[in-house]
């Protein structure tokens, strides 16, 4: 009925052989989670070998962004009891982008309205946040640098008595040194940039802002 040949009992693999197949199969899964799982997806590297490979560094990304959101949402303001319970929808994207100013550096020539600046020092592992008291649809000219490294940043607005879970970003970046643009309000509220230095040694920002704002103010 079959044509195929059945294998007899000497062409099977023995037990020992079984055995020693799956020992080497466990052996190269630990290998492969030491020397890249760890260092790819958790940015931990025991051997040195994952930063060699330049896998190191991806998981460092992937757990500084994963840091940084989770700052965004411990320091977000609570809604008051009387807020409703359905989350805030945030604006269309198209009235949030951050677009690039020209090369220039931010002058009252290129935007008039309030000019203020704010330079702060930040330790290493520290976050600081500025925000710009703004109207809806309003503009700011903006330039923000560090000196002594990069830093992550998170540029972002919040209306009045946001609720906890609300979120409505411009853009973010990692270990970056410079960024200027023009900032467009998408509601009433406070918009404005978060750092955070990830270096080992102190790192200074300075901000700088043209345009139709009320107020410059640090809220952390």
Known sequence: MYNSDLPNRAELPSSAKLVRSTITAAIVAVLLLIFAVLPAEYGIDPTGVGRVLGLTPMGEIKEALAHEAEAEQAKAPVAPAEQPAEPVQAPPAEATAVTPAAAAPVTTAAMSGKNDSMTIVLKPGQGAEVKLSMRKDSKVAFEWSSTGGGVNYDTHGDPPNAPKSFYHGYGKGRNETLQK????????????????????????????????????????
């Open 181 to 220: 643009g023009e900032l467009t309000a998408a509601f009433d509220g406070k918009h404005g940039w978060f750092w955070r230095n990830r270096t080992s040694e102190s790192v200074t920002v300075t901000i700088k802002a043209v345009g139709e704002f009320e107020k410059m103010e640090r809220v952390i």
